[in-house]
């Protein structure tokens, strides 16, 4: 498929974007959902080349895939499990079933308790050795780190309840910040490991049990577990009633719908909790029936393959203007790269074609000053995918959100419209620049145009709105690890720097020979120890 639309592409690229642009190109080539509005236009697809990738999408069953997925498949091959993250927000409560037995009832329920609790640490009900808990210290890595540190920044309008602070990396100074300043009485600690086996986890969850039990009689009264390693919480120590345990077919990247996302109930409240929940499961019902051509995650990841398959284009900028997204890019890093950076197929066979792209980005208007120099005029084209609210949470600055959205339209129109060497020779001439020297900086100040990007944008960034982008983004991923013909949900590749990493702990702790590592191993573990005595 991908000769085809790359033909296509090339075509497309020598046309340009700004061409295309008639009467209802914009309405025609954006897709609206429950409020979000999707505007693909200022990219190159045209008719023909829509039309392609959704046969496309039809031809590699996305529907059949999609379906097979929401009733409880085991399209997780290679690990052999469902992927049922969407029954976590599937209030309505209906049957889902996987391996014979409807999954709701333990959903549910498990949601019951988290309320319960969430509920009872905000209320102050629940308390610390010293009193009510004013602070939530979520430990965890990965899935079980990510989704809780985004939503809980992203939300931060609507947290009233305990502050919430993360903890993820083995570096002790992440540990020694977060718990710098806190009372050991006063907060509650939540060890989130769907495996309860991580290092990262484990070791920083062990270094705050001790700085626990320095000033509070019984330490395990202040821990939680989110888990689905519901035997090891409680062999580390945890009481069974604090522990929430979640099912294998929720993989990690896609966990926050339920105890992992703990942290987010307790700062936000259970009922805008059930918001943000609701926001996804109006995004799982669009996904599941809406046509493919209206269908925003389905419309999203083919503007995705397109760019990184027929175009070419290796990585894409997501590109928030919110500073509260600020964690989204480092979100959709786990998500789309985790997911579907893979080298072989379903069947074991290499792929002939690349694997997803590198995801990468950070704030508007920040990156602004930074890297967009290259996005503009740098020789590689950077596919930009902008997020904008319609309205801020600062009323009494709504000038600064004029100027917010203004830079937003103002790039994706830069970066697709350009400036031609002829205006900015007009430019250079109004300066008073003749000659060679008006050439040489017409040169620099052209812009080639012609740059690709898409808007997402919405009323304001709600618990509602923020389910339904990140229930957007996980099933775009889905589509196009089907479209590749990639396992999205399992991620063999960060196995063996686990194991390199235990081995080469033994050498650091003196308890196996250095002799028979690598040269540029050896040598880097020997400046190590020439420091570390
Ligand atoms: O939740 P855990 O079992 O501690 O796993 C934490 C993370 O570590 C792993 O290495 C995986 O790459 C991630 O997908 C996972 O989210």
């Known amino acids: 498929m991908w000769r085809d639309l790359k033909i296509m592409a090339d075509k497309a690229g020598r046309r340009g974007i700004a061409p295309l642009f008639g009467d ?63 029954a976590l927000r599937n209030l309505g409560g209906a049957p889902v079933i996987a391996d014979g037995e409807d999954v709701m009832p333990g959903v549910l329920d498990t949601l019951a308790r988290m309320k319960g609790f969430a509920d009872a640490v905000r209320s102050g009900a629940l308390r610390g050795a010293g009193g009510a808990i004013t602070d939530v210290v979520n430990i965890g890595i990965g899935g079980s ?36 300043g806190l009372d050991p009485a006063r907060t509650l600690i939540l060890v989130a490991s769907k495996t309860f086996t991580t290092t990262e986890t484990m070791t920083n969850a062990a270094t705050a049990r001790r700085w626990m039990e320095r000033s509070v009689d019984d330490p395990g009264a202040q821990f939680v577990a989110l888990s689905s390693a519901v035997d090891k919480a409680a062999e580390w120590g945890i009481d069974p009633a604090r522990v929430f345990g979640f099912e294998d077919w929720v993989g990690g990247r896609y966990s926050i719908w339920g105890p992992i996302g703990l942290s987010l109930m307790i700062a936000i409240g259970s009922d805008a909790f059930t918001e943000f929940l609701r926001g996804a499961e109006a995004m799982d019902i669009h996904f599941r029936t809406a046509p493919l051509d209206a269908n925003m ?29 600020g964690r989204l890019p480092a979100y959709l890093q786990q998500l789309e790269m985790e997911s579907n950076g893979k080298g072989v197929a ?11 792209p590198v995801v990468w980005g950070e704030p508007g208007t920040n990156g602004q000053h930074a890297f967009y120099q290259l996005i503009h005029q740098g020789t590689a084209v950077i596919p930009c995918e902008f997020l ?118 033994a050498v650091l702790d003196g308890a196996a020979p250095l002799a028979d590592k690598d040269g540029s191993t050896r040598q880097l573990v020997t400046f190590v120890q020439s420091y570390s005595g």
């Open 388 to 505: 904008i609210a319609a309205r801020g949470h600062e009323p009494e600055l709504a000038h600064h959100h004029r100027l917010l959205v203004a830079n937003c339209l103002a790039q994706s129109k830069a970066l697709m419209r350009g400036r031609s060497l002829e205006e900015a020779r007009a430019l250079m001439r109004a300066e008073g620049y003749r000659g060679a020297a008006l050439e040489q900086q017409a040169r620099h100040r052209m812009f080639p145009g012609g740059r690709p990007s898409t808007t997402l944008i919405y009323d304001l960034l709600t618990p509602y709105r923020l389910g339904q982008i990140i229930a957007l983004y996980e099933h775009r991923v889905f589509v196009e690890g089907v479209m590749l013909g990639i396992n999205s949900f399992d991620q063999w590749g960060v196995e063996l720097g686990k194991v390199l990493a235990t081995d080469l702990q």
């Open 297 to 325: 995650p389905v419309m999203l990841a083919l503007v995705g393959l397109w760019h990184t398959h027929a175009c070419g284009y290796p990585t894409r900028a997501v590109l928030p203007y919110d500073q509260r997204l």
């Open 346 to 356: 379903m069947d074991g066979c290499s792929l002939t074609y690349p694997s997803g």
């Open 24 to 86: 209802g190109r914009a309405e025609d080539f954006s897709v609206r959902a429950d409020g979000m509005l999707l505007d693909y236009s200022k990219t190159a697809i045209d008719a023909e080349a829509r039309a392609a990738l959704l046969a496309e999408a039809e031809a590699r069953g996305v529907p059949a895939r999609r379906e097979a997925m929401f009733t409880g498949a085991h399209i997780n091959q290679t690990e052999d499990r469902a992927v049922l993250h969407t």
């Open 145 to 180: 780190h990510l989704g809780p540190e985004m939503t809980v920044r992203a939300l931060a309008p609507y947290a009233d309840g305990p502050r919430c602070h993360f903890v993820s990396n083995i570096d002790g100074a992440d540990i020694t910040a977060a718990l710098d």
